[in-house]
């Protein structure tokens, strides 16, 4: 077995008035993949922060050593010194810098008089790419490459380090399948190469892939760790619902709920006619193209497809035309048209939109869960102009209980919470809105599963009490557990419509990757 490459031991981290971090000890060995997992609020970005010196020494109880040496970490540039490098899930790379000038961005590379050696620059990028399997010219804007190369530029900022322990936050999570496939190979590279990796992640059946170890965190404690080298394949606790059940503290029997069929009366509460939409900057590119949907009161409707496919161009083109450049199209909600040009026209028609990107687009970050929560519905919550403070607080209390918002008070900054409480706090805001059609785009991305759960439930409460759900999701087993029809996307099209009893994850994938359209 190999060497401890990092302990740290007793870790204890305090914030007023919550404790997110009690006595948590992890080893990583030189190497080795380890994973981490843990329900959102559990402790794992914390730890991190403590590694990586965000959280500096003196601020957090316990020992932290590398290499076998004690350290103290007072930032983060004292973490990198030491070859311990950080990638977190939000990307810091800057879109009009080339790649090469990201890799280095920092750590440029000085020739005479204290200039940069550009040359010089561009070879180690050249090379550093070919170490992570990226073909692309080192001078291509970010801006001009895909996530998925875009974590692969991140990796080799990593190497530029001369990285020993590389951290991996939900590395992932906005990557399609062929590009996740790809990183999950250049993490095994690295294995290979003597680096150790740190995996941060909800993706299970990754991490029982490619993990060599994994420890479970809940309440901001260690539960255990269990090496999947020695056991896998001969023990059936490395099974996800072993995992699972080490995360949340219970057995999760059924994670999609049996879906309660509305009885009433199933009108048409949504109907999209086709609806053509132009790329905002390349105005000769269509986006969407043609589309026509229709979601029923108290159905759940899904669209699959691949990323660049055109759900959530449709989506936020739809919610107040707020992408591209409209062509044509109408929009009726319970068989009346309606108007959809501005977000307040379409909120004000009953339609609701829950952002993949809830952190630019869903919530104040530096705002209370009070103030988020009442965003939306701001006018029925005025009396002459002036907001009564104290409905919005009852409101905010109610949600925060009901959705099982975990935080101190409804004035906590939504910015320190978890991913899975954020998103309980978007929810929350359009629910009490009290939409007719809820268009929710990847709504569990980057969240455990048991807040994935919770969601769920909550998704399935709102079918049931009538409303109409529009579910966008780049997880088809998602998707099949939770939606009555689904349609699906390539290239801007439809490509086909499944009802559930039919739906496989092999027939969506055929029709995502095609680009004719099958009404059958």
């Known amino acids: ?8 031991r007793s870790i204890t981290k305090t914030f007023p008035g919550v404790t997110a971090l009690s006595e948590v000890s992890l080893t990583v060995r030189a190497g080795e993949i380890h994973a981490i997992c843990g329900e959102n609020g559990a402790g794992k970005s914390t730890l991190m922060k403590v590694l990586s010196g965000v959280h500096p020494h003196g601020s957090y109880e316990g020992e932290i050593l590398f290499d076998g040496e004690p350290v103290a970490f007072r930032d983060i540039r004292a973490s990198e010194r030491h070859g311990i490098v950080i990638i977190h899930q939000e990307l810091a790379l800057i879109p009009r810098l080339s790649i090469a000038e990201n890799i280095f961005l920092g750590n440029e ?15 180690e990028a ?43 936050d939900e590395p992932t ?3 399609n399948d062929e ?10 590279e690295l294995r290979e190469q003597g680096i150790a990796c740190i995996i941060i992640s909800h993706k299970l059946t990754e991490i029982r892939e490619v993990a060599d170890s994994v420890t479970i965190l809940r309440d901001g404690r260690t539960i255990e760790t269990l090496t999947v080298r020695e056991t896998a394949g001969a023990d059936p606790e490395l099974s996800e619902e072993r995992i699972i059940r080490g995360m949340v503290g219970r057995d999760l029997d059924h994670r999609f709920p049996e879906r309660t069929r509305y009885e009433g009366e199933r009108g048409t509460a949504l109907t999209v006619s086709g609806w053509t939409v132009r790329h905002p900057v390349d105005h000769q590119r269509t986006v969407v193209d043609d589309v026509s949907l229709t979601v029923r009161r108290g159905e759940i409707v899904g669209i699959a497809g691949l990323m660049g496919a055109g759900r959530t161009e449709l989506a936020m083109s739809v919610f107040g035309r707020s992408y591209g450049k409209y062509v044509a199209g109408h929009v009726e909600v319970n068989g009346r048209p309606v108007v959809t040009r501005t977000v307040p026209e ?39 102009g002036i907001v009564d403070e104290h409905h919005e607080r009852r ?15 409804v004035f906590e900054q939504v910015g320190r919470l978890s991913g899975g409480n954020q998103q309980k706090v978007v929810l929350s805001k359009w629910i009490h809105a009290d939409p007719e059609v809820l268009i929710l785009d990847e709504p569990t991305r980057g969240i455990d599963v048991g807040a994935k759960s919770e969601i769920y439930g909550v998704i399935d409460k709102l079918a049931a009490e009538g409303k109409a759900v529009l579910l966008i999701s780049s997880e088809l087993p998602e998707l099949l557990g939770m939606c009555d029809r689904i349609y699906t996307m390539a290239e801007g099209r ?15 994938m055929r029709r995502m990757t095609r680009q004719t359209e099958n009404r059958g």
């Open 109 to 123: 590379r000085r020739g005479r008089r204290g200039f940069v050696d550009w040359n010089g620059t561009l070879r």
């Open 1 to 8: 077995m190999s060497r401890p490459a990092l302990e740290m």
């Open 395 to 409: 409101v905010s209390e109610r949600y925060r209980a009901s959705m099982n918002i975990k935080a101190p008070t």
């Open 346 to 384: 379409a909120v004000a028609a009953g339609i609701a939109y829950v952002t993949e990107d809830r952190k630019t687009y869903g919530l104040n970050l530096i705002d209370t869960i009070n103030r988020n929560i009442s965003l939306a519905s701001l006018p029925g919550m005025a009396r002459r």
């Open 179 to 188: 590009d996740s496939a790809k990183l999950l190979g250049l993490i095994r």
């Open 173 to 175: 999570a906005a990557l």
């Open 494 to 508: 439809l490509t086909g419509e499944t009802d559930r009893a039919e739906a496989t994850q092999e027939t969506l």
């Open 126 to 168: 050249s090379r550093l790419l070919g170490r992570v399997g990226l073909p692309d010219n080192p001078q291509t804007p970010i801006s001009d490459i895909g996530v998925g190369k875009q974590q692969l530029v991140e990796i080799a900022k990593a190497l530029s380090k001369e990285v020993k322990l590389l951290i991996l």
